[in-house]
């Protein structure tokens, strides 16, 4: 937002544009933009073309001074005026403040999550949804018309192994399916008749048999909704749940494969198996393939995902976007070769990597796991402990689930997609630090302070006064609200708007240690109290964002 002003004024004196940055200490000025360039273009040392660029920009607008410090020039706001044209568009857009509307009229498609419909998640697989339910938010948040797709493994050998354990049994329910699958995994190790069975199943499945796909049907249809409940109680939601089966069921399957025979580089192994050749794409694999279909003929997963993935390219108007694992970097660049023999483009993919146990990683099929809902509770009974406030019963265990799953997603969501977290519940549940529980209470102190001063949304008096540097640092850190929003979903990163929460929280606690509000002379008092309910508002959008509530109290 001020950056935006700042470069039209900037452009204004100079005739050039320039990229600003926010120099690493607020003495340097607000923004500051480096001369190389300028000095290649002009044959003159950049500390010079620095010296005649600053002499050039005149105090205008939010512009108060500019200063030359060595290779840069530095630029200093105007408190005032910055907090005028700062609160008064957070008033104007409330929770709309922060969006550039960059979607608007546009589509996109997101897929996330799309765990083996086999037992409760896990907390691994919550980094994935909520890594793909920030994006989706953040998406909607810039205007985007955004579909949710969650990608149903109905008929893989793992729901095959679920059935045969579920044979004998009246009724099934999803707190059953753990066990269940744990038990005929160590069973069909020792046993290969099970392992027989299975593939039967799967035979009978793709041959069309309508009792062994009822079965499937409703043995997966337990845990989709078991899941979809559990991922629901945190926020997270679909618009679309589409299963893999449609693509046996319909044929596509069968016409992926024929396109693909066109291309001479399916060949039937010794196992009597469809493999793709996949020579000449530079993938790191001594033997560069992929395996399209088992011996007796059954599809696998890769042919079903071709097929799943040109109909999202014919779904998806616009971003089309698959959120994955780290350790699927190798198969899905098996699946954008193969895709590029159709002619057909790949997801833009956001991988992440894992949550990870002090034992290892976690596995569904080893029973080495602990429970996305085992795991909540446990945040939850924390949360309460924790509190220091009488509530009435209802109260502390909403605000207990509240603070709980705000400090889970945070924790998860502020690391880098790239590295892994380990989780430490007293640093996630902490009031003072990069924290959920942090931010939270920031929010919360603003509803204190205004019920102490028995105001409700104030707003900008016309003769706002502001001339702290804790005001200041403020007013500029809600400033940078859109532009912490574009570089999350540039870079589709979350942890970027978890840290610029952090830092408005920060920014905000260091302005109620210094700068009465209640206390403050009339004036002064209004314009503070527009300035924290500014914060509020961008609090609460930005927590929104990320999937977390912002408590009035805590």
């Not at 009229?105 to 996330?112: M, N, S, T, V, Y």
């Not at 020579?279 to 059954?298: A, C, I, M, N």
């Not at 204190?448 to 028995?454: D, E, H, L, P």
Request: aromatic share 8%; hydrophobic share 40%.
């Amino acid at each position: 937002m001020l950056n935006d002003e700042v470069r039209k004024l900037v452009k204004k004196f100079v005739g050039n544009d320039v990229t600003l940055e926010v120099p690493p200490d607020s003495k340097l000025g607000d923004f500051a933009f480096a001369c190389f360039q300028f000095a290649k273009e002009l044959k003159k040392s950049p500390v010079l073309v620095a010296k005649d660029l600053a002499a050039k920009i005149k105090p205008e607008g939010v512009i108060k001074a500019v200063q030359a410090s060595g290779p840069y020039v530095n630029i200093f706001l105007d408190t005032g005026r910055i907090g005028g044209l700062v609160i008064r568009r957070v008033e104007e857009e409330r929770e709309h403040f922060g969006s550039s509307h960059a979607g608007k009229g546009r589509h996109a498609l997101i897929e996330h999550t799309s765990i083996n419909p086999n037992a409760s998640p896990h907390v691994g697989r919550a980094r994935n949804a909520f890594i793909g339910d920030c994006l989706a938010r953040v998406l909607r948040f810039e205007g985007y018309q955004t579909e949710v797709h969650y990608f149903v493994n109905d008929v893989g050998k793992q729901i095959a192994m679920l059935v045969v354990g579920c044979k004998n049994r009246k009724t099934v329910s999803f707190n059953d399916l753990l066990n269940i699958y744990i038990d005929i995994n160590q069973r069909a190790e020792s046993d290969p008749a099970v392992e027989k069975e299975v593939f039967d199943l799967l035979n009978k499945f793709e041959a069309g048999d309508q009792a062994v796909r009822k079965k499937f049907r409703e043995i997966v249809d337990v845990c989709v909704k078991g899941q979809a409940k559990i991922l629901g109680e945190l926020g997270i939601r679909y618009d679309h749940f589409d299963y893999e089966s449609d693509y046996i069921v319909n044929k596509t399957t069968d016409k992926v494969l024929s396109e693909l025979k066109k291309t001479s580089k399916v060949f039937v192994d010794e196992e009597k198996r469809h493999v793709l050749d996949l020579k000449g794409f530079d993938l790191p694999l001594e033997s560069p393939v992929l395996v399209l279909t088992r011996g007796d003929g059954t599809s696998l997963y890769p042919l079903r995902d071709l097929a799943y993935t040109i109909d999202k390219n014919s779904w998806a108007k616009g971003k089309n976007i698959l959120v994955l694992g780290e350790d699927q970097k190798l198969y899905q660049e098996q699946l954008t070769a193969a895709l590029s023999l159709l002619s057909q483009s790949a997801p833009e993919v956001v991988h992440y990597s894992f949550v990870l146990l002090s034992s290892g990683k976690m596995s569904t099929r080893k029973g080495n796991v602990v429970l996305l809902t085992d795991f909540m509770d446990e945040a939850v009974k924390r949360a309460h402990a924790a509190m220091s406030r009488d509530f009435s019963k209802e109260k502390a265990e909403a605000l207990a689930r509240t603070v709980a799953f705000g400090a889970v997603k945070f924790t998860i969501l502020k690391v880098a997609n790239e590295k892994s977290v380990m989780f430490d519940w007293n640093a996630a549940l902490a009031f003072e630090g990069d924290t959920a529980p942090y931010c939270q209470y920031a929010h919360a102190r603003v509803h204190s302070i205004f019920r102490k001063a028995n105001v409700h949304d104030p707003r900008l008096p016309d003769n706002a006064l502001f001339s702290s540097p804790h005001e200041h640092q403020l007013i500029v850190a809600l400033a940078g609200f859109q532009g912490a929003v574009r570089k999350t979903l540039a870079e589709r990163n979350p942890s970027v708007l978890v840290h610029y929460v952090v830092s408005v929280s920060k920014a905000f606690s260091e302005f109620y240690h210094q700068c009465p509000v209640i206390d403050a002379e009339e004036g002064v008092q209004m314009s503070r109290l527009a300035l924290i309910n500014a914060v509020r508002i961008v609090l609460e959008n930005g927590l929104h964002l990320l999937g977390i509530d912002a408590p009035d109290e805590m």
